[in-house]
Structure formats: C-alpha cells, structure tokens
C-alpha cells in the first residue's frame, strides 16, 4: 500500500529534550515536506526537500533540523523542543518538486506537547 | 508570495443540502495549482480536488466540485447532497513550480445537521 508513516504518532516531552520525528514513504517520491498544523494558522511548512541530501527552508524553520541521507526518509530532529512547538505535524511527499499538479500525500499526523 | 484567504471560519449545513466553501488566492504566478483537503476529527489530510490554472472546465469528483473563477481568483469548493461524514474542516491550498510547496488556507469547519 503507498502511504507516508510518521512515528510517534503522539509525543509528550519537556523543554530541552532532543527528539526525532521519522517520516518515510514507499512511493519513490523525490519531493519531501513537514508542516505544522496549529489553530487558526493552517498549515505552514518548515522544511522541504527536493531530493537526497537537498534540502530547505520553509516559512517556519527556527528551532527544527532535518536530514535526507535516503529517498524515502525525511526526519524532523527538534535539537531542543520548546513549548512553542506545542503542534500537530505533518509529513508529506510528492512524485517530483518541479510541477504543480502534483499531489502531496500526507502522513497521519504527529501530535507533540512540549510542557 | 503566495496567500490563501478562507473567509468562513464555521459552516452548518443540513443533511443532502448542498454547501459551498470559499475560496479566494493571490499569486503572481500564472502556473499553479489549486486543492482541496478534507481534514475530520480522527486529523488526518485526505486529498479532495485538484484544479489546474490552464485548466479550462471546472474540476469534479463524485460530490465535490470546485467552482474556478480565474479573473476574480476564487477556488471556492462544492459538496452537493452533503452527509453526515462531510462533517470536518476543510482547507483550501496552492501550490507553484517553485518553491513548490502547499500553502495553506485557515480552514472551514463544516458541520452537516440531521
């Protein structure tokens, strides 16, 4: 079955605490992203990445890391998670980064409270 | 830059009624991509519709149909007949060449009455 799988799927940790989200595809997608999801805001991506050991920045990138080392893996390393990074993120994936049309699939979401 | 804008922050509806979502964009792009996420309680992102910008007729699938009015930049969405399990917010997205990223609406939240 072609899916994006996010683990955990549900993360409560305290302030300073490296942690690491894992985000992998089996679809063969070159195009990679994470976005955070938080009340009123919609979804904004933090990073993104078009293809193995390419990467960028989104719209909110501070306080986020990311790596892409392999084609189906996009980890969201949080050095030292903040209480304002309280969110629910997503991962998705596209064929290729250089046409609209292309859909995103998305994970199922990693919902992290940082106290 | 690109901006979404979705003006209804709540909808109610009644069962098998139909329902229209706005939508309205602002991009200086002339390639691009409109789409439509359906997003239920259990917070998962479930791909509805897609428009193209050289697209010509009005995207549909099944229920869903998206109303494109280029000149005025509107993507509004259209669930006809709505049910029970429309209920959940809904957002609206764009997506350029480059940088080739979704950029995201606030969101409507529906909800269908018996």
């Known amino acids: 079955e072609a899916q994006v799988t996010q683990n955990p799927r549900y993360l409560i940790t305290v302030t300073g605490k490296k942690l690491t989200v894992t985000c992998s595809q089996n679809?063969?997608?070159?195009?990679m992203s994470w976005y955070r999801q938080d009340p009123g805001l919609g979804l904004r991506q933090i990073y993104y990445s078009m293809n193995v050991e390419v990467t960028d920045k989104g719209d909110v990138p501070e306080g986020y890391k990311v790596s892409r080392k392999e084609k189906r893996n996009f980890p969201l390393i949080l050095e030292s998670p903040s209480p304002n990074q309280t969110s629910l993120y997503f991962c998705?994936?596209?064929?290729?980064?250089?046409?609209?049309?292309?859909?995103?699939?998305f994970g199922p979401g990693t919902r992290l409270t940082v106290l | 830059a690109q901006k979404i804008t979705q003006t209804q922050p709540g909808m109610f509806v009644q069962e098998k009624e139909a329902v229209t979502l706005d939508c309205t964009y602002d991009t200086s792009d002339q390639s691009y991509g409109l789409f439509w996420y359906k997003q239920p309680s259990s917070g998962e992102m479930i791909f509805l519709i897609y428009q193209g910008s050289y697209d010509e007729q009005n995207a549909t699938e099944g229920r869903y149909s998206l109303n494109f009015q280029k000149a005025r930049k509107s993507a509004n969405l259209v669930i006809s007949a709505s049910q029970l399990g429309d209920s959940a917010m809904y957002f609206c997205a764009m997506r350029v060449v480059f940088p080739s990223k979704l950029t995201f609406g606030t969101g409507t939240r529906l909800q269908v009455t018996l």
């Open positions: 679809m063969n997608h070159e195009y």
């Open positions: 998705a994936s596209s064929l290729t980064p250089l046409v609209h049309i292309n859909e995103q699939f």
